[in-house]
């Protein structure tokens, strides 16, 4: 259960990395555009897995009573997907904003 924030957030993140992979076209497509996207990609992925496990960490159980857990168990996976998500775009804005930089001032 650890992982199923990121596995139910997985499809949405795929997207958007394959929008940062494929747009601007207007942006040379250099071997060292690549790579940057490529290692932007890697840190992308890593920040969100690992903002995931701390809110998965972090996010307060109720104990069980006469009833059972209450609803606050949701918690364990709504958290998650929100560090998850808040790490992605995070390095996504500022791996945009770099590749802007470097490289479109080159045109």
Not at 7 to 32: D, E
Not at 39 to 64: N, Q
Request: one cysteine or more; a positive charge.
């Amino acid at each position: 259960m650890r992982y199923l924030a990121l596995l139910l957030l997985a499809p949405w993140l795929l997207i958007l990395c394959w929008i940062y992979w494929t747009f601007p076209k207007r942006l040379p497509r250099t071997l060292a555009r690549r790579l940057f996207d490529l290692l932007a990609a890697l840190l992308m992925l890593g920040a969100t897995v690992w903002s995931a496990v701390i809110g998965f960490d972090h996010a307060w159980v109720p104990a069980l009573n006469e009833f059972g857990r209450a609803g606050g168990v949701i918690w364990q996976q709504v958290l998650p997907a929100l560090y998850g998500y808040g790490a992605f775009t995070l390095v996504l804005v500022l791996a945009m904003l770099l590749r802007q930089w470097i490289w479109g001032r080159r045109r």
